[in-house]
């Protein structure tokens, strides 16, 4: 039997075995493309993006968001500064940041970062920024604009002024744009709180303020203590945190079809990286005790008189965190600037 098969395989023609060795790679090329990916701490190309002729959009994705671990990514389970990081994640895969210490890769890209995207040239503008996001800077705006575009005089009136300079004012597409997503309720864009959006990126900020040294590891992980606390009076899960970070995102960057879909495979390999089958928060428990802050970012910020307090009548419609930190601001400010009482 071994001589009958021996001499028919001889009689085969190297044409077809090479036509055989081409098709059995073919067909071994998504499984060996996928071995490869994960010894190289990636993630493999998912079966949908495959199909659409979409691998290397994702390759490159993916490749650009590999997490960096400090020790061993075992321990981070069990370690307390991985958890009070958590929110800084998302940046940290951006930037090739270790995930799970405060040290940061490169401090002159993040000096050069803070004052050309945000402004920030010291101390104070620093922690005055972490707590206008704490405060709800961008978030608000967005809910009040959802709240306003509920008004169909309203939205009307303000397209038509917009059609007048969207030509000469990138802020007026912008504005245009999302009227338009809320008014369609893209993406669900209705029954999001948008609070993620600013959290995370203040977490962001108050790594790369302790690696500039304008905040101490004290302050640092004091800070970062307060901003899982406010995210935990938030939301209920990491996904659900991620899903309004990502759509906050979105909202902001307010792009064309082209530059959105290059933004959605960004996300994507984000979220894959963060909640996939080995994703970091997985490992991190959402609910997992937070040390008690001790608000030492509003006494930064009351230390150079930018504390706000709300008016009685905000006060009356802000939600529970954002009476906690009023509570704070209150007892940090002059009783002639406003502090103090409103305690229910």
């Not at 979105?250 to 996939?276: I, Q, S």
């Not at 040390?291 to 009351?302: C, N």
Request: a neutral charge; hydrophobic letters at 45%.
């Amino acid at each position: 039997m071994r001589d009958v098969i021996l001499r028919f395989l001889s009689q085969i023609p190297a044409p077809v075995w090479f036509a055989l060795g081409v098709f059995a790679l073919w067909c071994l090329h998504g499984p060996l493309d996928d071995l490869v990916a994960i010894a190289r701490g990636r993630i493999p190309t998912p079966s949908d993006l495959r199909k659409a002729g979409k691998t290397k959009e994702w390759k490159k994705a993916s490749a650009e968001h590999v997490p960096v671990v400090s020790g061993s990514r075992a321990s981070m389970a069990s370690d307390p500064h991985a958890r009070l990081l958590a929110p800084s994640f998302p940046n940290a895969l951006c930037n090739d940041n270790p995930v799970n210490v405060l040290e940061i890769a490169s401090v002159e890209d993040t000096r050069k970062m803070l004052e050309d995207g945000w402004g920030i040239t010291n101390r104070a503008d620093l922690v005055t920024r972490i707590y206008r996001l704490l405060c709800g800077d961008h978030s608000k705006g967005y809910a009040a604009l959802r709240s306003r575009c509920a008004d169909p005089k309203w939205v009307e009136r303000v397209l038509e002024d917009l059609d007048k300079t969207v030509d000469k004012s990138t802020m007026d597409v912008e504005m245009c744009w999302r009227i338009h997503r809320f008014l369609n309720n893209d993406r669900g864009i209705q029954d999001v709180e948008f609070a993620a959006w600013d959290l995370m990126r203040a977490a962001m900020l108050t790594r790369s303020g302790f690696a500039l040294g304008w905040l101490s590891e004290d302050e640092a992980w004091d800070t970062l203590a307060l901003i899982n606390h406010a995210l935990q009076m938030h939301y209920s899960s990491w996904d659900e945190a991620w899903e309004a970070y990502r759509l906050g995102r979105w909202l902001w960057a307010a792009e064309g079809p082209e530059e959105e879909t290059a933004d959605d495979m960004h996300d994507r390999a984000r979220g894959a990286y963060l909640l996939g089958k080995r994703g970091l928060w997985k490992s991190l428990p959402w609910d997992a005790p937070i040390p008690e802050s001790r608000f030492l970012l509003l006494d930064a910020v009351a230390a150079i008189g930018r504390l706000q307090v709300l008016s009685v009548s905000n006060w009356r419609k802000a939600s529970a965190w954002e009476r906690e930190l009023d509570a704070q601001a209150r007892w940090r400010t002059p009783l002639a600037m406003g502090g103090k009482p409103i305690v229910h």
